[in-house]
């Protein structure tokens, strides 16, 4: 592994002497999902702004596949369930932190009430315009548990026409398509995916495998009746199968951890959604507009034993715009209405809020300011329990443009994350029964933010440092050593603390170099027994860099390498586990050739076959990305 790095090293410091005249320009990109749209160099947040280019070069196989690889946002199989992958960043932690993004698709948020992890593997690659990551901020539009930030996802809207195939190791296998048309008058698309793959880990005695199958798709209608009026539907599906193993010991692990080991669990999981909207554009200035989410899941474990879990959403923002060259200003109401009946039982999280957002500029100067009020409303049926919490959100931020290519920034965020339904119960270890364990405070966080943007034709570069200090923290503490020793509760105190830099630099007409490196510290100031410790499951350092060569017009190969230092396990709030979450390292390389009309790629995924897992405690290891895998392809475009 040493003298991997250290070529790896040797090639950059080689390849860095080399410059040349771009033919590739790095230039300023849009954010268009915060509540006024600017662009990267005079935003008053931290953002990283990924395009359709970017995400087309990466390969990937899903979204959390390219978030994982790079961008700053760090992903792991919720126990070892490939579809609905945990989040961390800013240091929430690997087991908790996804609760602290808000994710949305189209402006549709994508969080569940539970503590379900959100399911990003339903949206195909392949529809996706662009990714945006506001980080330590967005609380104003984002809302409940936009505590580390949000993340933003868009699909495309324009005439691209292509189909893909690719198929690989371990039964891997995939097609998707896009089709898309857009005119004056109307814009419409459709896409979707299948794809499978006949896993690596033994599940049974029999020698079955943890397989999956996925299935997606979307539609998407623009229509532009007047210069004035746009109406706006769409419709969506995922369907997943999904067997994955369960968790195994360090000695079978480091023995062989495709091994049969522990349990299975086999789970079906289906959703569909529909939107429509509309905008109208009352005169040169001001517009309105309204957009309604609907959506129903179904999540059943084979065999069952309380049954299927049924989800009910329902959501709504309506916000009018207000637009001069001197002052933007929105003023909208969110809501967002969520229902999940199991086993006779009804859990419902409804929330409502107001907002107000405004940017003011004058010079090279951006003031941006907003606030947020939000009602949370509980009900638990079985219990006959119900509880409301009123909270605040506040955004305070200042730009300074230099000029073209130089900016800096500060803002400050109050932000919040109101429980999920599933915070306020227990697991009795013995019986295996859940029971209602009390109340569990809203965390309110304070974030601080601090950076510097430098934008040129050959080098895009941005360094941040944040400081956030929070009160009631949410964990779930799991021990199974006794009964009702599991449990959801909050750290009184606590605070992270660290820097963010992205540098992309075109060294020469033939070669590149990305780069994403995350330092951060998580300390628990004041809860019991854990004042002074660490927060479990996060990484000192997270590394994500890609070399890319073009030999020609045609061709690219890039080279990716994947690292996040260890860590204390995600259960290991006390610190003293004997065993630590190991370093995750991966390598991977691509190669592409495209002309106008076709494309053929190939990728390998851990080149040198690196052993990675996922630790929650001594001997509960899930293996993530332990063996080297490989898919080949063709993207067809018409």
């Given amino acids: 592994m040493k003298r991997t790095i250290k070529l790896s090293l040797i090639s950059v410091a080689l390849i860095s002497q080399l410059h040349a005249e771009q033919s590739i320009k790095l230039e300023p990109i849009s954010i268009t999902s915060t509540a006024i749209a600017t662009d990267e160099l005079k935003s008053t947040d931290a953002v990283e702004v990924y395009t359709q280019e970017d995400i087309e070069k990466a390969h990937v196989q899903n979204v959390y596949e390219f978030l994982n690889q790079q961008t700053s946002i760090t992903t792991m199989p919720a126990f070892g369930n490939p579809f609905t992958q945990k989040l961390d960043m800013h240091g929430y932690g690997i087991g908790d932190g996804y609760q602290n993004i808000a994710v949305t698709i189209n402006g549709r948020k994508m969080n569940n009430i539970d503590m379900v992890a959100p399911l990003l593997s339903g949206i195909s690659p392949s529809s996706i315009s662009r990714i945006e990551i506001i980080k330590s901020s967005g609380v104003v539009t984002g809302g409940d548990g936009a505590s580390a930030g949000t993340i933003n996802i868009t699909t495309k809207q324009n005439n691209d026409k292509e189909v893909s195939f690719y198929g690989g190791t371990y039964g891997v296998a995939d097609g998707s398509f896009y089709f898309g048309h857009s005119d004056e008058k109307l814009s419409l698309s459709a896409s979707g995916e299948t794809q499978k793959s006949d896993g690596i880990r033994t599940t049974d005695t029999d020698g079955n495998k943890d397989k999956d199958k996925l299935s997606t798709g979307t539609f998407n209608l623009a229509y532009t009746p007047t210069q004035e009026l746009e109406l706006r539907f769409g419709a969506g599906f995922a369907r997943a199968d999904v067997i994955y193993g369960g968790s195994m010991s360090k000695e079978q692990y480091d023995s062989n951890p495709t091994a049969l080991a522990g349990y299975a669990s086999h789970q079906l999981y289906d959703t569909n959604t529909l939107n429509g909207g509309m905008s109208y554009f009352i005169n040169n200035t001001l517009s309105l507009h309204v957009d309604a989410n609907h959506e129903m899941k179904k999540s059943d474990y084979i065999p069952s034993y309380s049954g299927p879990s049924h989800y009910e959403y329902n959501s709504a923002k309506v916000h009018l715009d207000y637009a001069t060259e001197q002052l933007s200003l929105t003023l909208g109401y969110d809501g967002f209405f969520g229902e999940r009946k199991q086993s006779g039982n009804t859990f419902k999280k409804k929330n409502n809020a107001g907002f107000i957002m405004s940017e003011f500029y004058l010079d090279n100067s951006t003031f941006k300011l907003g606030y947020r009020f939000e009602r949370v409303d509980y009900s638990f049926a079985d219990q006959g329990l119900k509880s409301s919490k009123d909270l605040h959100g506040a955004e305070l931020g200042y730009n300074y443009t230099f000029d073209k290519t130089h900016s800096v920034f500060a803002n400050y965020a109050h932000s919040y994350q109101a429980p999920d339904i599933d915070r306020f119960f227990g697991f009795d270890s013995g019986t295996w029964a859940t029971y209602y364990s009390g109340s569990v405070n809203p965390m309110e966080a304070n974030s601080y933010t601090a950076g510097y943007n430098n934008i040129q034709n050959d080098n895009k570069f941005k360094l941040s440092f944040y400081y956030i200090d929070l009160k009631d923290e949410i964990y779930f503490y799991a021990d199974y050593s006794g009964p009702r020793t599991s449990y959801n509760a909050n750290i009184d105190k606590s605070h992270k603390y660290g820097l963010d830099l992205y540098d992309k630099y075109l060294i020469s007409d033939m070669w590149n170099i990305a780069m994403n490196y995350n330092y951060v510290q998580a300390i628990m100031d004041n809860e019991n027994d854990y004042s002074g410790n660490k927060l479990p499951g996060v990484s000192n350092h997270n590394i994500k860099a890609t070399l890319s060569y073009l030999p020609s017009q045609y061709s690219t190969i890039a080279l990716t390498q994947t690292y996040r230092s ?73």
């Avoid at 995600?570 to 190669?591: G, L, P, V």
């Avoid at 293996?623 to 018409?638: D, H, M």
């Fill in 566 to 638: 260890e860590a204390y396990a995600a259960d290991d709030f006390a610190n003293n586990f004997s065993q630590k979450q190991n370093a995750y390292m991966s390598t991977d390389i691509s190669a592409s050739y495209a002309k106008e009309k076709w494309e053929v790629f190939a990728k390998i995924n851990n080149l040198f076959n690196q052993k990675n897992g996922l630790w929650t405690q001594d001997d509960a290891i899930y293996p993530v990305n332990f063996t080297t895998t490989a898919i080949a392809g063709l993207k067809l475009k018409f």
